[in-house]
């Protein structure tokens, strides 16, 4: 008899646990195979983040950042990394997309350790590569600023030749370009076998009217479906928030992301992780909003609709607020 009383209670709690077990929401985020935000989620689920904040982090390896904004607009992704004005530019036309930040870290201009050239005057008659193409954000912030402070137009007076990061670095490499604007994780590993920095692009925004270092590129999700998930989109953000100070603060975190850095070196390695750390967004919503408004007009003035769409300016909503009015 008191076997069956025990065996009917283990059933009783049994039941009554499964939902709470089930209860973790699943949150899917679309991200580049090979990209930087993949170190992020892999912090979050090798160390229980998600686990911990009741999320279920489900990783959906794409091939294109066109695949991923895609995913986003299908509904296949919950998030995805992607930058602000690509928010803006939807919601001038409509959307309902909305943006929080995960790195300030940007491109810089690399030329090798011998280059005579050390000044943005010196690109003059150069040749310069150029990650992306000719509505890159980072390069028209390079043009504003060129113009700026040196008087000099670069998409004029300077060789472009634009093309994808990965090639632009090899052609660096063999001499076939002068110097190159990349994104930050090729400007590392050119770092890394001695090319030196002409300017970083977070130093360019600064000039250009920004109070401190900015965060073009960030976590993006429907704002609907963040409304409709709070504790989703809550504790997906704080998981990544987590995951960053470990990754600001342990070595040994990055020694277990090693193998899926695709390094050969120490160099490299080091590389990357300094300006990974060197990009984790120290200020808040409100201050990266109030500068990304300033950068709007520079990046619509060279840009124009093409790049931003039909808006004059950014888009109220873009940054993610919590979901408070």
Sequence with gaps: MRLGLYALLLFALTTISAPEAQAAQKV?????????VSWILDTIQANGLDTAEG?????????STQATTLGLQGGSADVIATDWLW???????????????FTTALGSIMVPADSPIKTLGDLKGKKLGVAGGPLDK??????????????????????????????????????????????????????AVGFTELIGVEDVVRELGAKGEVAMVGYVFSESWAKQNPKAIAGFLRAAAKADELLATSNEEWQRLKPMMQVDDDAT???????YREGIPERSVAQNEADAKVLYQFLREFGGERLVGPGTELAPGTFWNGGGS
């Design 28 to 36: 899917t985020v679309g991200v580049l195979k090979f990209g930087t």
């Design 55 to 63: 999320i279920e982090l489900d990783v959906m390896p794409l091939a």
């Design 87 to 101: 928010v803006s530019r939807e919601r001038s036309s409509g959307g309902n997309f909305t943006f929080s930040p």
């Design 138 to 191: 980072s390069w028209l912030l390079i043009v504003a600023y060129a113009l700026r402070t040196a008087n000099i137009d670069l998409r004029t007076e300077a060789r472009q030749e634009f093309g994808a990061p990965p090639l632009l670095a090899e052609r660096a490499k063999q001499g076939a370009l002068d110097a190159v604007l990349n994104f930050w994780p090729y400007a590392a590993r050119l770092e």
């Design 269 to 275: 390695f080091e590389a990357l992780r300094r300006r």
